[in-house]
């Protein structure tokens, strides 16, 4: 069987890897709430990373491996800002709520990024760098040599008379 044969037909774009992961990881918050489970979010979490950069396309894996961070930053901030909102002081609600859910999820996030790096680096993220930083040397400016100060010639600013010279009267 050909390699086309084994690979998965679903790819996504890093935009649909992260958006699958922020909508996964806010359903795991919904259905750690719903059964009373709190360990829910971070298996959640990790399994929908690992899917997410198992079906990227492989070109933007680079883009893929830095969000894991902030996609759970993103979904614990909207979930504790939604239970935050009925409480009488709403900021001290909401440090509370993120202190103890990012310090509970801490774990899980340090898991996700490690698995998404480790399967991208498996899955070529090293060609990614070496491409991005081929093109970054291509499009660098060559510094050119600095040439000495020439001014402008005499007169160069003043005004041109057209027509006939004035004579003083």
């Known amino acids: 069987m050909s390699e086309r044969g084994r690979r998965s037909a679903v790819r996504l774009t890093a935009r649909g ?3 699958l992961a922020l909508v996964a990881t806010l359903a795991g ?6 059964l009373d489970l709190a360990f829910v979010v971070g298996p959640t979490f990790v399994a929908a990373s690992l899917l997410g950069v198992l079906l990227v ?3 933007e894996l680079l883009s893929l491996v830095v969000t894991p961070p902030l996609v759970f930053f ?11 909102l009925g409480s009488v002081s709403i900021v001290q609600s909401l440090t509370l ?5 990012l310090s509970n999820g801490a774990p899980w996030l340090f898991a996700g990024s490690a698995v998404v790096l480790a399967v991208a680096l498996r ?4 060609d990614n ?11 660098a400016e060559v510094p050119r040599p ?13 005004p041109r008379v057209y027509g006939t010279p004035r004579t003083e009267d």
Do not use: K
């Open 17 to 19: 890897a992260i958006a």
């Open 29 to 34: 918050y919904v259905l750690a709430e719903l």
């Open 57 to 59: 396309n492989p070109r």
């Open 74 to 84: 993103a979904a614990t901030v909207f979930v504790e800002l939604g239970r935050a």
């Open 97 to 101: 709520g993120l202190y103890t859910s």
């Open 123 to 126: 899955r070529g993220l090293r």
């Open 129 to 139: 760098v070496r491409d991005l930083r081929t093109e970054l040397r291509a499009g």
């Open 146 to 158: 600095r040439q000495p100060y020439v001014p402008e010639p005499e007169g160069y600013f003043e």
